[in-house]
């Protein structure tokens, strides 16, 4: 089991930046295929980025079309965490982010943390 907590989130104005983090204990977290998560309020959850590891001596990373070229997602081991840096943020990116590992593709993961609120005034 692994657990997964949030931060970062706040209020921004639009083409502010936010770096959300994802801090992990519990099960082994070392390059776990990890995912990032939106659900905006009365729509399904969504996926917005991924980053796995090829076994060998490269991540890999994956974005949802919205995101690409704005949102940068990556992984520090030594601290057990993965982060999301935002930048260029969009009035429709406002949503509750959530950490999510072992990540399988879009949303399909098996343990999620609580989430953290992302909001950005237009």
Known sequence: QVQLVESGGGLVQAGGSLRLSCAASGRKFSNLPT???????????????????NGESAYYQYYAD?????FTISRDNAKNSVYLQMNSLKPEDTAVYYCAAPWRGGV??????????VTVSS
């Open 108 to 117: 399909d993961a098996d343990y999620w943390g609580q989430g953290t609120q």
């Open 35 to 53: 995912g990032w998560i939106r659900q905006a309020p009365g729509k399904e959850r969504e996926f917005v980025a991924g980053i796995t590891w």
């Open 66 to 70: 919205s995101v690409k070229g704005r």
